[in-house]
């Protein structure tokens, strides 16, 4: 026989009209009370990670837009500048760097090629190694953007200082090994991809 479903008194709030002004604390709370032995620890910690996400990649979409490029083709850009002169690399390398597979890091390649970001050429030494440099304007665009992206970001973690800032560092470190450990998948990928 199907439970019916318990409606609020006119003086009871739904979880998140929290008085605690930590909704996820509020539905803990109501998870222990609705069934009590329901695991309720991860709550304070996952609800809060998943929000960040979703506000961090929102605003970063906003900055990227604003900037008129995208995330794919900056995430490319960044890592061949980030490698260093000549800013040449190949594409396993590229995609091993940017942790996405071999067709998404060439698709990434051909649109930046074709906007003039990049340049390809037959690599040394192996057959079928193809080398990408990034070009004077890919370079430019690198480092018109990377400031705006990631200034932006350290603006929106400034209500943390230098200290909580490196132990939450520390602590997401540790929680991410763990849970790969578990989930027996070392994979890391962008925030909602496959």
């Known amino acids: 026989m199907a439970r019916e479903p318990v409606k609020a008194g006119k003086d009871e709030r739904y979880p998140?009209?929290?008085?605690?002004?930590?909704?996820?604390?509020?539905?803990?709370?109501?998870?222990?009370r609705e069934r009590p032995g329901t695991?309720?620890?991860?709550?304070?910690?996952?609800?809060?990670?998943?929000?960040?996400?979703?506000?961090?990649?929102d605003d970063r979409r906003r900055v990227?837009?604003?900037?008129?490029?995208d995330a794919a083709t900056l995430d490319l850009l960044s890592v061949l500048r980030r490698s260093g002169p000549p800013y040449t690399l190949s594409t396993?390398?590229?995609?091993?760097?940017?942790?996405?597979?071999?067709?998404?890091?060439?698709?990434?390649?051909?649109?930046a090629e074709r906007e003039g970001l990049v340049?390809?050429?037959?690599?040394?030494?192996?057959?079928?190694?193809?080398?990408?440099?990034?070009?004077?304007?890919?370079?430019?665009?690198?480092?018109?953007?990377v400031d705006q992206v990631l200034g932006r970001e350290a603006e929106l973690i400034g209500g943390l200082d230098s200290e909580q800032q490196d132990r939450l560092t520390e602590l997401l470190q540790l929680l991410l090994q763990d849970v790969q450990h578990r989930l027996g998948d070392t994979r890391i990928t962008h925030v909602g991809e496959d």
């Open 92 to 111: 396993r390398e590229l995609s091993r760097r940017s942790l996405v597979t071999a067709g998404a890091i060439s698709q990434r390649i051909a649109r």
């Open 39 to 57: 695991p309720v620890s991860s709550i304070g910690i996952v609800t809060p990670i998943w929000r960040l996400a979703k506000l961090l990649g």
């Open 16 to 32: 998140t009209d929290s008085a605690s002004g930590y909704p996820v604390q509020d539905i803990a709370a109501a998870w222990v």
């Open 119 to 145: 340049t390809r050429r037959p690599g040394e030494g192996r057959p079928r190694t193809v080398d990408v440099t990034l070009s004077r304007a890919g370079h430019d665009l690198v480092e018109e953007t």
């Open 64 to 69: 990227l837009a604003q900037a008129g490029v």
